[in-house]
T-cell receptor
Framework: AQTVTQSQPEMSVQEAETVTLSCTYDTSESNYYLFWYKQPPSRQMILVIRQEAYKQQNATENRFSVNFQKAAKSFSLKISDSQLGDTAMYFCAFMIAGSARQLTFGSGTQLTVLP | AAGVIQSPRHLIKEKRETATLKCYPIPRHDTVYWYQQGPGQDPQFLISFYEKMQSDKGSIPDRFSAQQFSDYHSELNMSSLELGDSALYFC?????????????????FGPGTRLTVL
């Protein structure tokens, strides 16, 4: 079974600053995907960024980037130039590669961007 | 762009009643997933369907059943509702691509159905 751990229940950051959210996972699989989802107060689940485990290059999406350390089973999310709209719950998620596989989520980190 | 549609958005039921949640995936998506998110919890996987066949099964109670129809929409049927079933129920859809080089079976989530059991 796969497990995903987010050890930071809450974090805050000043607007325009940079913040890093941590995530570790445990699996015996070799082919898998990692995701960060954002859930704002509307409760909509929004995909922020995706990383394929076979890729060594860290994924980036505009102000969002990850630090993927496969050997350490670590997958952190860095948000640069934080904006008020980034305030949300952030979930790290794991999925085994293959057809129609389930997402396993971490417990989430509530990020608050302060003006 | 079209998104995943869920109906109803809100539902209030009494204990022991039944409820049916509907999900309409993004056009041309062939896979549907159901997740349950309790208050203050992370989403928990319930069940998935690929090409109208059950694909994966998680912590779905025996009181719940689901299916995917010929038009790819899916319904989650919940019977003998309990107070603990009060949650946000998400449907997600994806287009399954073979091989490691695919899009990662990225799942797109609907807005959720908030079920309250009184």
């Amino acid at each position: 079974a796969q497990t995903v751990t987010q050890s930071q229940p809450e974090m805050s950051v000043q607007e325009a600053e940079t913040v890093t959210l941590s995530c570790t996972y445990d699996t015996s699989e070799s082919n898998y995907y990692l995701f960060w989802y954002k859930q704002p107060p509307s409760r909509q689940m929004i995909l922020v960024i995706r990383q394929e485990a076979y890729k060594q290059q860290n994924a980036t999406e505009n102000r969002f980037s990850v630090n993927f350390q496969k050997a350490a089973k670590s997958f952190s999310l860095k948000i640069s130039d934080s904006q008020l709209g980034d305030t949300a719950m952030y979930f790290c998620a794991f999925m085994i590669a293959g057809s129609a596989r389930q997402l396993t989520f971490g417990s989430g980190t509530q990020l608050t961007v302060l003006p | 762009a079209a998104g995943v549609i869920q109906s109803p958005r809100h539902l209030i039921k009494e204990k022991r009643e039944t409820a049916t949640l509907k999900c309409y995936p993004i056009p041309r998506h062939d896979t549907v997933y159901w997740y349950q998110q309790g208050p203050g919890q992370d989403p928990q996987f319930l069940i998935s369907f690929y090409e109208k066949m059950q694909s994966d099964k998680g912590s779905i109670p025996d009181r719940f059943s689901a299916q995917q129809f010929s038009d790819y929409h899916s319904e989650l049927n919940m019977s003998s509702l309990e107070l603990g079933d009060s949650a946000l129920y998400f449907c997600a859809s994806s287009l399954v691509l073979a091989g490691v080089g695919g899009s990662g079976n990225e799942q797109f989530f609907g807005p959720g159905t908030r079920l309250t059991v009184l």
